[in-house]
């Protein structure tokens, strides 16, 4: 069995796309050195049917040093290494391109491996070291992951599009992201999978395939950044750089367990990247932000991408200067979510969330939780959020449009109803304003009360491939432009019989909501979501801080 086959196409049928998609993934792998390759029998243990986790698959296969860096934590203890001269950051460099490469050949998790690309950009980094004495940014030599919709001159960005294969030779320029992390001092050395048309939870396309969850197998990875998820949980790069327009930050990392932020829209660079279509943006807009495995990761990230002149690299940043002196009180003030209208949460979700306030009461802090007549507001937050993902001119070319360049199928993720006409006047663009500004109302009123709200980030934790359906309780905080976060907490140790006769019969359609079967996600990562007011961001960093150090110590 070859690296191409374990992550063969999803169709079998024969199809003009199919010699082209085979030949891009050949050239993708083709920086993965032989000396790297997994062995067939290994390999032949892997698939999405198998209840397996590899997170210990790299300890057999990689050097005693290789280990011992990759599994440093935090990244400023890494940066302090490289800097003091104790690592390069080619050695840094090359342990976590093995990782990674072990990481892809059996999650299927990055696109483009840019190991060369790494290799330069690391030699340069020792040579500016030892020239001048001093680091060049405070991320000096960290090699870094990003969702493959950002652009590095050189590789492609084809979000998993066939008929963008080869679209490198359009990219002559960095993504201003890439070059605001290249000038604090990063590595980006992989681009990560994501789904087709980006607009599903799972992260699965016709060139790459699909990603697989390193927990577990048979569960979805999450998406749309989903291949930073699973990557970033195998330790294959020291952070990842994703986007979320309706969860796809939040998804992959509580599928993933770990750590995922969203940011308030334009206080970090996101212009330039690679979109399935028009990115003109009539509802809302996304924003870009880390995952990691770690909280202090998440704040170093933030703290030092807030701290640039980021109107210098993305003209589209709000200059809203970063505010280092957020001050707490001893006692924080919780609202707490563990019931909302119409979207049922699943009891090991219910559970997970008490389980978090009890650990927070007994640390001191007050928790009051909020009465469903209360959250009142999820239903139609939802039905705003995909109305306005609908918004687009009839004669521009849409997401769905470009599979029919090549005559592309479906992944069957796509293939749900989430039950949301589309706008189809401008009397219809009036209601959904009204209804975002509704929503955002009712949600703001909350904070009134509370230094923060904890909630779901989803129904339960990471359901089965192609079964996680629509995205209610990651997307209304896009809607209303509020900073989210997902923390991992507990695992799920137990099943419930669900009882589904009391959900609303549009939910039960395939694949539009999860319902967890019984026994299909034992020792999947648990979580909760935070969440505060708009422009909030550094005040919900400091709240994650104290909240990861309660909860996961």
Known sequence: MTISEIAQPISDEDSSWKPKASTKLQEARSELPGHWELPVDVLEKFSMTSKDHV??????????????????QPASSLVEKIVSGEYSALQVLEAFSH?????????????????????????????????HGKPIGPLHGLPISVKDSF???????TLGYVSFIGNKKDITEPSPMIKLMIDLGAVPFVKTNLPQTLMTADSENNIFGRTLNPINLTLTAGGSSGGEGSLVKQRGSVFGIGTDIAGSIRIPALCNGVYGFKPTTNRIPFADQVAPADPTYLGFEPSAGPLATNWDDIELFMRHVLNSDLIKYDKTCIPYPYNGSISLPSVLKIGLITEVDYFPLHPTMVDTLEKAAGKLRK??????????????????????????????????????????????????????????????????????????????????????NFDFIICPGNAGAAPPHDEYGIPPFTCIWNLIDFPAAIIPFSTIDKEYDVDTSQYPPELLQPRTYPVYKENTYLGAPGHIQIVTPTFQDEKLLEIGKIIDSVLNA
């Open 55 to 72: 997170l210990d698959l790299p300890q057999m296969f990689l050097s005693p040093e290789e280990i011992e860096i990759t599994k440093l």
């Open 99 to 131: 990782r990674a490469a072990i990481a892809t050949q059996v999650t299927n998790c990055c696109t483009e491996l840019m190991f060369s690309y790494g290799r330069k950009r690391a030699l340069y980094l020792d040579e500016y070291l030892k020239e």
């Open 151 to 157: 652009k590095i001159p050189g590789y492609d960005s």
């Open 363 to 448: 640390a001191g802090h007050e928790v009051q939780e909020l009465r469903s007549d209360i959250v009142d507001f999820y239903k139609e937050g939802f039905k705003t959020c995909f109305g306005m993902y609908m918004i687009g001119a009839s004669e521009l070319k849409n997401g769905f449009d470009i599979l029919k360049e090549e005559d592309e199928p479906l992944i069957d993720s796509l293939k749900m109803n989430p039950g949301v006409v589309p706008p189809q006047s401008i009397d219809d663009l009036y209601k959904l304003k009204a209804s975002q500004q509704k929503v955002k109302a009712k949600t703001t009123s909350l904070f009134d």
